[in-house]
């Protein structure tokens, strides 16, 4: 069964600094597509970068880049020069298929992430 | 171009009680998406539609129920509302390219709280 796994309920970073959140994830469809989202105390998700099982480079996206390592099945993100509007919960999902038939995510449980000062 | 949007924001309902939640999505998007957010459940998918048609269920009782207008617009319904229905309830749409790149994008939310 497909599933997400987010092994970091907390993260500290200061200002700056880069920071790596985990994700793993299994499924047994070889088409797949990997998203991370933001989700401030506000509630809303923020879309933040895609992959792609058949996409042959890591995605980047800003100060954004997703460390995707097929073989392994992983999906960390990287977030560069962290700032302190990036303190926020993060989501990796997964959608199975290429999409157009379905657009059903599973979530992670998701890593908060705090930065300081 | 406006993002996702949904109302109402905050909700208060009595056990029992039913709902009615509003989501428009982004102008051209075909596909709409719910989900519930629960601190103990996390992130679940509840529905999708596309062209006024229901495209995959995930686990939830009858009592969820939803539906999309030809202008894509999408309501969801909870009757007969429990304590444990208290959660956000977020919309996502999508272009529905038919490229895997499609990307769901996310509103606000709406936060029913069920006393």
């Known amino acids: 069964a497909q599933k997400i796994t987010q092994t970091q309920p907390g993260m500290f970073v200061q200002e700056k600094e880069a920071v790596t959140l985990d994700c793993t994830y299994d499924?047994?469809?070889?088409?797949?597509?990997l998203f991370w989202y933001k989700q401030p105390s506000s509630g809303e998700m923020i879309f933040l970068i895609y992959?792609?099982?058949?996409?042959?480079q890591n995605a980047t996206e800003g100060r954004y880049s997703l460390n995707f390592q097929k073989a392994r099945k992983s999906a960390n993100l990287v977030i560069s020069a962290s700032q302190l509007g990036d303190s926020a919960m993060y989501f990796c999902?997964?959608?199975?298929?290429?999409?157009?038939?379905?657009?059903?995510?599973?979530f992670g449980t998701g890593t908060r992430l705090q930065v300081f000062p | 171009k406006a993002g996702v949007t949904q109302t109402p924001r905050y909700l208060i309902k009595t056990r029992g009680q039913q709902v009615t939640l509003s989501c428009s999505p982004i102008?051209?998007?075909?596909?709409v998406s719910w989900y519930q957010q629960t601190p103990g459940q996390g992130l679940q998918f509840l529905f999708e539609?596309?062209?006024?048609?229901?495209?995959n269920k995930g686990n939830f009782p009858g009592r969820f129920s939803g539906r999309q207008f030809s202008n894509s617009r999408s309501e969801m319904n909870v009757s007969t509302l429990e304590l444990g229905d208290s959660a956000l309830y977020l919309c996502?749409?999508?272009?529905?390219?038919?490229?895997?790149?499609?990307?769901?994008?996310f509103g606000p939310g709406t936060r029913l709280t069920v006393l």
């Open positions: 996502a749409s999508s272009l529905v390219s038919g490229g895997g790149t499609d990307t769901q994008y």
């Open positions: 499924t047994s469809d070889p088409s797949y597509g």
């Open positions: 992959q792609g099982s058949y996409d042959q």
């Open positions: 999902a997964m959608r199975e298929g290429r999409g157009g038939n379905t657009d059903k995510l599973i």
């Open positions: 102008s051209g998007h075909r596909s």
């Open positions: 539609y596309f062209s006024e048609t229901q495209r």
